[in-house]
C-alpha cells in the first residue's frame, strides 16, 4: 500500500483523504504547511473524541454568539475540555501586576460630541464632486461668519438624518467614524468649526466639535475583574494545550493509539509499546528475519554484539527509543510499511530496524550547478 496514502501525527494514523478534505478549512501557507495543519487538527479531534468516550460524556450541542448550533462532536470536545482543564484562578497580585505593567491598556478612549452638516455627491464624476464641493464650502463660509446657524443650515442643507437634530452625531469614540472624519476633528477645538469640507466616501463634511471628553486612568478596581478574566482565558488556552500535548504523547507511547477510518470512524492503533513489554515479540521477530531479511538481521546482530547485549533485548531496546523518540514522519514511514502486510506488527517492526541500521540511499543529479 503506498506510503502517500497515510500520515501519521500525535500519535494518530490517519488517511490522506481525510487530511485533504480538512485542508480546505486551512487556507494560506505553503502545501505542507496545509498539509500538516490539517492532519493536526484532525489528530486533535480524535484524541479529544477518544478521551470524551473513554470517560464516558455526554454532551447536548449548544449555540455559539452567533447563533450556529454545534455539531454532536464539537459538542463532545467542548465537554471534554470542560471535564479535564482546570486552569488556577488568577490572585489579586497577579492581576495588579498585569495592571502596574501595562497601565495604556487600562484607559478610557478619548470621546467627542460632535455635529455635521453633510453634502452628498449627485452622480458620477468629477463634475458632481465639484458641485458638492462648492456647495459644502458656500455654506462654510456662511458659518464662519455666523456660526450661530449651524443647527439651521444643517436642516436645510445637509443629506443626513441628523439634521433633524441640528446635525448633532452625539457621542463618539474610536472607529465611529469615516477615518478622514476622525482626523479632522482630532485638530478641532471645541465650539470650532472646519474652515474647509472634508471629503469621506458618503460626500463632503462640514464639521463642528461641541465637546471632547479626555482619555482617563481607569482605578484598577474597575478594571479587575476584565483582567482577571483575561488571565483566566489564557490559563485555560495554555492548559488546553497542555491537555492535548499529553493526550498525543500518551497515544505515540502505545505507538500509534489512534486510527481513523477513511469513513472517520476511531479504532485503537498498532499498540508497538505493548508489544515492547511481550517477552515473545523480539524473538518472534528475529525468526522473523532470519527467513525475510537475512541482512538485516546481520545488522541487528552485529549492533547486538557491539553492545554487548543479547539480539532480542537490542531490539527491544531499539524499539522502545523509537516509540519515545520518533517523529511524525518516521511513524508514517513505519505505519506505511506495515499496510498490507502479512504480519503488519512485525512489518512494523522491521521498518524501525531499517530506519536505524540501513544507511539512507544517496540521491544523485545529472546537473551540478555552480
Not at 465611529?176 to 477645538?189: G, H, K, N, Q
Not at 504480519?343 to 530506519?355: R, T
Request: charged share 25%; with cysteine; hydrophobic share 45%.
Amino acid at each position: 500500500m503506498s506510503a502517500a496514502r497515510y500520515f501519521v501525527t500525535d500519535g494518530v494514523q490517519i488517511p490522506e483523504s481525510l487530511i485533504a478534505q480538512e485542508s480546505q478549512n486551512h487556507p494560506g501557507g505553503s502545501p505542507e504547511e496545509v498539509r500538516a495543519a490539517a492532519a493536526h487538527a484532525l489528530a486533535v479531534r480524535a484524541l479529544l473524541l477518544d478521551r470524551a468516550a473513554e470517560l464516558g460524556l455526554t454532551a447536548e450541542p449548544e449555540l455559539d454568539d452567533r447563533g450556529r448550533e454545534e455539531t454532536p462532536e464539537e459538542a463532545l470536545v467542548r465537554a471534554v475540555l470542560a471535564e479535564e482543564v482546570d486552569p488556577e484562578v488568577p490572585s489579586e497580585t497577579e492581576c495588579r501586576r498585569v495592571y502596574d505593567a501595562t497601565p495604556g491598556r487600562f484607559r478610557t478612549p478619548v470621546l467627542y460630541e460632535a455635529s455635521h452638516i453633510l453634502f452628498a455627491i449627485e452622480g458620477d464624476g468629477e463634475t458632481a464632486v465639484e458641485a458638492a464641493r462648492l456647495a459644502a464650502e458656500t455654506v462654510g463660509q456662511m458659518l464662519q461668519e455666523t456660526p450661530a446657524r449651524f443647527a439651521g443650515l444643517a436642516l436645510a442643507y445637509s443629506a443626513c438624518p441628523s439634521s433633524g437634530v441640528g446635525g448633532s452625531l452625539g457621542q463618539l469614540g474610536p472607529g465611529d467614524l469615516a477615518p478622514e472624519v476622525e482626523r479632522a476633528f482630532t485638530v478641532l477645538l471645541p465650539g470650532q468649526i472646519s474652515s474647509a469640507p472634508v471629503r469621506s466616501r458618503f460626500g463632503w463634511h462640514i464639521l463642528r466639535l461641541d465637546r471632547r471628553i479626555d482619555s482617563r486612568q481607569l482605578p484598577f478596581e474597575q478594571v479587575a475583574g476584565r483582567i482577571r478574566m483575561h488571565l483566566e482565558s489564557r490559563a485555560w488556552i495554555a492548559g488546553a494545550v497542555q491537555y492535548v500535548s499529553d493526550l498525543a504523547a500518551r497515544a505515540r507511547s502505545r505507538g500509534v493509539g489512534l486510527v481513523i477510518s477513511a469513513d472517520g470512524d476511531l479504532s485503537e492503533g498498532a499498540t508497538l509499546g505493548d508489544m515492547i513489554a511481550d517477552t515473545a515479540a523480539a524473538p518472534r521477530l528475529l525468526s522473523w528475519l532470519a527467513a525475510t531479511d537475512a541482512d538485516l538481521l546481520a545488522r541487528v546482530e552485529a549492533a547486538a554484539g557491539a553492545d554487548s547485549a543479547a539480539p532480542a533485548d537490542w531490539v527491544r531496546a531499539a524499539v522502545a527509543n523509537f516509540v519515545q523518540g520518533g517523529d511524525d514522519e518516521a511513524w508514517t514511514r513505519v505505519i506505511s510499511a506495515a499496510q498490507g502486510a502479512e504480519d503488519p506488527a512485525l512489518s512494523a517492526l522491521g521498518a524501525i530496524l531499517k530506519s536505524r541500521l540501513v544507511p539512507a540511499k544517496a540521491t544523485f543529479t545529472l546537473i551540478r550547478r555552480r
